[in-house]
């Protein structure tokens, strides 16, 4: 992937920033995104391997800042040859209880935000030919997931938007795909109590947690030209949790 250009969203920390690190090792230019100041401390890791790259502080529900993030990308490299949508996030709740803003916040960023960036970016990989799209979906769009029927709805989502996609682009050398985690080791999980951990793992055969670098991994040959023929996909990252 030496000398591509990638747009990663939510990269400021978490597995998202552990896929911005892994691109850059391969000499990926990056362009990072999120809404939290500490994107700039992701940049300057991102920069020991890929001193090219650049970050922007931006919100995904708001298309004046994608186009202008994209616009951005445009001006410094020229060319967009991979989106990673990795950012998202979680309002749980009871669907019984569950607020209309809890539903909608989350279908803005998980679903809505995805569809505007990509519409966004198609442009210019069009014009070249060449595209690697990678959505970051995750096994409970594929299980169902008690008190998470927005994310769930997102992800699921996501999968079917991704496939469409994939049917659209293929014959300009664009590929689309998901990455779906399962229990992945993050400061998240780390909070959860040992019993909690214990009945996690009793759902996933190889009897541990992924780590956010088995996640990036996935991204990563996802977003390769060694995956050229692979369109239309979900990759499931989760130790034998689910098995489609």
């Known amino acids: 992937m030496e000398g591509r250009v990638a747009i990663v969203t939510g990269s400021s920390s978490g597995i998202g920033r552990v896929i911005a690190n892994a691109m850059a090792r391969q000499k990926v230019r990056l362009m990072l ?3 939290e100041p500490a994107i700039m401390d992701a940049l300057a890791e991102v920069r020991e391997h890929s001193p090219e790259s650049i970050a922007s502080e931006a919100n995904v529900t708001d298309p004046a800042d994608l186009a202008r993030v994209v616009d951005q990308a445009m001006d410094v490299f020229g060319k967009v040859d991979i989106l990673v949508n990795n ?6 709740n009871l669907l019984m209880r569950m607020k209309d803003e809890e539903w909608d916040s989350v279908l803005a960023v998980n679903l809505t935000s995805i569809f505007r960036l990509t519409r966004l970016v198609l442009k210019p990989m069009m014009k070249a030919r060449y595209g690697r799209i ?4 995750s096994v ?3 299980t169902g997931n008690p008190g998470q029927a927005n994310y769930v709805a997102s992800k699921a989502g996501l999968m079917g938007f991704t496939k469409s996609l994939a049917a659209e682009v293929a014959s300009r050398n664009i590929t689309a795909n998901c990455v779906a985690p399962g229990f992945i080791r993050t400061a998240m999980t ?3 109590s040992p019993k909690a951990k214990e009945a996690i793992l009793s759902r996933v055969p190889m009897g541990e947690m992924g780590t956010p670098d088995d996640v990036a991994n996935a991204v990563c040959f996802l977003a390769a030209d060694a995956a050229r023929y692979i369109t239309g996909e979900t990759l499931h990252v989760n130790g034998g949790m689910y098995m489609g």
Do not use: E, H, Q, Y
């Open 33 to 35: 995104i999120s809404n």
């Open 87 to 92: 950012a998202g996030i979680t309002r749980d």
């Open 134 to 137: 990678v959505n970051m979906a």
């Open 140 to 142: 409970v769009g594929a």
């Open 190 to 192: 780390d909070k959860l």
